[in-house]
């Protein structure tokens, strides 16, 4: 018999499982569970809308879709249309793969003042993620603070100050390109809690934010160290990139902030300490920093930067879900090699935490898939697919198929204005409704 396996959910680390699982020689039957009726997660809901080199490696994620032992089922909520056990008892592996999809909290006063939203919720909002689809960030400001260095408050930044043409070959949802063109922006502040060294994003990246039609990056002189030797465990790998980062760094330090009309403030040592304003933010309070052995210590300075809206960027968690363990503290799903318990697995962020790239989540999947090969070496025992198509039928669950998704893919892509490459369906009873429901 082959052997079952249960994928939850349907983003790199769900695909990259299937494909080591086919590859690993023994006869299997994969079935990838997601709540929504499109596939393909971080990349479709994640990625910026701009970068959509990086959405390529879907087209290799579809060709895993379509070989005869996977199966993509579709509009399935694990925990609400089955549950964790339920899947247990029909799937010889069940495998989480459900990455980190929540903010983390700020953990300072007036962080739930309106107007103060996670980049889980504001990314998710621009890239057309149901749940977001009313979070209506209010966009009626002239200043925007973004906290965090990494990548992802890099790409909040760009989308937030790229112009239309520049946005014109994304899949941007248009409802979030259309508020954020007619918003009265002008400076967007990103904020660091430690210095250039320390910041964890990338140099494509960066230099992009010397690209830009009408913003330019403005970056203190006296922010920019001479060199990295302040950060003393580096690789030298690392330590290449790091001055690398510097010299871009350097380079901005010599644009003139009013050469365009928008600024991205590139803001080091500066810590947020407190949400300002009333029922809504108006401002951010900052304590100035140093670094000592890598950590920002406050220096008892501190300064104000008003803003109306406040997007925390600074990385992501995993969520609970019932019948798998969590570690509330890591916020993830204890593991070892990605074994959680008897018959369950774990790949992804929700295994190791948010960060890599999208191909970090290869060798989880290639690790899993030995294990689920080796602790099923006589074969699988349990029904699998047949089991949950039965159930969930029973259940009168709409279960969205692969070619329902290729068929909601085809009107997403005739819907768009050339050159974007798709116009998408931001909220699911559309997508039904695409499908003839
Ligand atoms: P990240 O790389 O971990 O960056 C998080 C940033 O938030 C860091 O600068 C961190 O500063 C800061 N931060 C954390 N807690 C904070 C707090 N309480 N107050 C102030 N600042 C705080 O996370 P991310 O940007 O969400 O990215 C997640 C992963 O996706 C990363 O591996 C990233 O490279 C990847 N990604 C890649 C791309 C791309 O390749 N183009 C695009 C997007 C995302 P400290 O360092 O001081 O903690």
Known sequence: MPISVAIIGSG????????ALLECGQDVRVDIIERLPAPFGLIR?????????TKNVSRAFD????????SFFGHVEVGRDVSVSELK?????????????????????????????????FVGWYNALPEFRDLNPGLNVKSVAVIGMGNVAIDVCRVLVKTRAEMAHTDIADYALDAIQAAPITDVYMFGRRGPVEAAFTNVELREMGKLDQAVPVVKAEHIPADSSAVADLSERDRRLKERNLATLREFTLLKADSKPKRVHFEF???????????????????????ENGQAIGTGEFFDIPCGLVVAAIGYRSGRLAGVPFDEKRCLVPNTEGRVEQGVYVVGWAMRGPTGVIASNRPDGQTVAKHIAADHAAGGKKPGRDALARLLTERKVRVCTYDDWKAIDAVETAAATKPSPRQKFARIEDMLKALGD
Do not use: C, W
């Open 269 to 291: 040592y500066s810590r947020p300490v407190e949400i300002l304003g009333g029922a809504k933010a108006e401002g951010v309070r900052l304590e100035r920093t140093r670094v």
């Open 89 to 121: 008892s029909m799937y010889d592996a069940v495998v989480v793969a459900m990455g980190a999809p929540h903010d983390r909290p700020l953990g300072i006063p007036g962080e739930n003042k309106a107007g103060v939203v996670g980049s889980a919720a």
């Open 12 to 19: 790199p680390s769900a695909f990259y499982t299937a494909d």
């Open 63 to 70: 060709k895993t879709a379509r070989e005869a032992p996977v």
């Open 45 to 53: 809901y994640g990625v910026a809308p701009d970068h959509q080199t």
